[in-house]
């Protein structure tokens, strides 16, 4: 598919979502599913490659048009697209997403923490993070998750994930209530270069080329076609201010245009005209006088430079202006930053747009979990059949820990308190104070442990010290019955002399 040209005339709002209205899909009627799926999926993949340029770089200003001056026209991109899309997956995933037990047994502790050792084998953090740019870039973004059997690829893990261009594939969801997907859609390429569409529902794989359909089933346990969206509307961060960022490119462009022309203005001769013939050429050498010669006799002879000089200082405020607003409505923090010498670092947090950036980041969080755990259901089925690691969803807590260090001594503070109160249950100190920490239940487990071997260790070294002790005092009796006993017999020797 090529990319649109330019902005599209009725805007981008959001990817649409693709319906079906059949309660079941069979080998009978997935043909006529996917054709009228794919009319609402190309509609979405011309908005996604146009967003896809945006993001690379390839922007509407390239397609300005200059009237006068034709040779003046500077086409500048200031790829601000790029920076939200960064900064946006860069906050949401300070640090890789973590699965953390539920319970506090050292036995579903373990199975936890072999899940993450898969997930590590898979490279998840990488994965993830192709996840989310996608997402923020067009609002939508799909992973795929097969055995390693079907994926041909064999390493730790019994399964392998994919990260999809969602140009090639799609979910597609009930029209009824709930919206359930019905199921997942991948589009390749045979060796002729036709079209091969893989029909992923919960219990079989459909495969249509042409008017040819096949069918088996699978033992994924579900849809292995999991879309994570950005938001409900299915847009990309930098989507709803795209008018915005065409705007500071074209004022960028037009400025220096502006620029160029008031360097390259027209020298203008009233009622005279240049003298010898070259004398006027030779002014670009620098050092050279110009002779004129008047035209017309009685009337002052002028030579001047028509050139008007846009205000750059004016541009300069639109441009902040504009700044100022993709940045507020996207919610990142500014760089203005403050004179104040009072500021404390949580107003610094509030004034300089860290908190909504925060705020922002946990919105799309809620999203990303209900696809995460979609994903973990597809997942935990496959571990349970190969590898025999039996789990459940629910012993399985989804973790974004990034690093919340702001008002951290107080925090410390009270988390020292409430874990000082013999009525309040460590867990629920943790779960109050405890964001410093990654993995609560993990660090509360290393805690208790910790703290019990300080206990031993202090114990053992009292009961040391007491032993130490008795033998002291059993060590003084023995010297003090020995002198008791020298000074009887000295005694007895001084009476007998």
């Known amino acids: 598919m090529t990319a649109l040209e330019s902005f599209p005339d009725n805007g981008l709002t959001g990817r649409r979502k693709i319906l079906t209205n059949v309660k079941a899909i069979t080998d009978q009627n997935v043909k006529a599913v996917l054709s009228k799926a794919l009319t609402a999926h190309l509609q979405n993949v011309r908005e996604i490659s146009y967003l896809w340029d945006v993001y690379r770089g390839k922007q509407d200003v390239r397609n300005k048009v200059k009237y006068e001056r034709e040779n003046i026209n500077n086409k500048i991109v200031i790829n601000r697209a790029n920076e939200i899309v960064t900064f946006k997956t860069a906050y949401l995933l300070n640090e890789p997403v973590q699965y953390?037990?539920?319970?506090?047994?050292?036995?579903?502790?373990?199975?936890?923490?072999?899940?993450?050792?898969?997930?590590?084998?898979?490279?998840?953090?990488?994965?993830?993070?192709?996840?989310?740019?996608?997402?923020?870039?067009?609002?939508?973004?799909?992973?795929?998750?097969?055995?390693?059997?079907?994926?041909?690829?064999?390493?730790?893990?019994?399964?392998?994930?994919?990260?999809?261009?969602?140009?090639?594939?799609?979910?597609i969801y009930s029209s009824h209530i709930g919206q359930r997907p019905m199921a997942g859609v991948i589009i390749q390429k045979d060796e002729q270069d036709k079209d091969i569409y893989t029909v992923y529902t919960e219990k079989e794989c459909f495969t249509v080329q042409g008017d040819n359909v096949s069918a088996a089933s699978h033992i994924l346990g579900g849809i292995p076609l999991v879309e994570y969206i950005n938001n409900e509307a299915r847009q990309g961060a930098f989507e709803i201010v795209l008018g915005v960022l065409n705007g500071i490119n074209d004022l960028e462009s037009n400025a220096l245009d502006a620029i160029q022309d008031f360097v390259n203005g027209f020298d203008v001769f009233q009622n005279c005209e240049p003298g010898e013939e070259g004398d006027y050429g030779k002014l670009s050498i620098g050092g050279q006088a110009l002779v004129i010669k008047t035209t017309v006799p009685g009337m002052e002879a002028k030579v001047y430079r028509v050139a008007s000089e846009l205000s750059q200082s004016g541009v300069q405020q639109r441009i902040d202006s504009l700044s100022d607003s993709y940045i507020e409505i996207c919610g990142m923090p500014n760089r203005n930053g403050g004179s104040s010498t009072s500021d404390t670092g949580q107003a610094v947090i509030f004034r300089d747009g860290w908190s909504e950036a925060e705020s922002r980041a946990k919105d799309t969080e809620k999203l990303f979990k209900r696809s995460e755990k979609a994903f973990l259901r597809i997942v935990l089925n496959i571990c349970r059949v190969k590898a025999g690691l039996d789990m459940s969803l629910k012993d399985i807590e989804i973790n974004f820990p990034r690093k919340s260090l702001n008002n951290l001594q107080s925090k410390i503070q009270g988390l020292s308190e409430l874990l000082a109160n013999s009525f309040i249950h460590p867990m629920d100190a943790y779960n109050a104070l405890g964001d410093v920490f990654g993995d609560k239940n993990a660090a509360m487990m290393r805690g208790m442990k910790w703290h019990e071997e300080q206990e031993a260790k202090e114990v053992a070294r009292q009961e040391a010290e007491l032993d130490n002790e008795r033998k002291r005092i059993a060590n003084e009796s023995v010297q003090t019955e020995r002198f008791s006993d020298q000074q009887d017999k000295q005694g007895n020797v001084e009476k007998e002399e």
């Open 100 to 171: 953390v037990s539920t319970e506090s047994e050292s036995a579903e502790t373990k199975k936890v923490k072999t899940l993450n050792d898969f997930m590590h084998d898979e490279d998840k953090d990488s994965k993830d993070k192709e996840i989310v740019d996608w997402m923020h870039i067009c609002g939508v973004a799909e992973r795929l998750t097969l055995t390693d059997e079907l994926a041909g690829v064999k390493d730790g893990a019994p399964f392998y994930i994919y990260t999809l261009d969602p140009r090639e594939a799609f979910v």
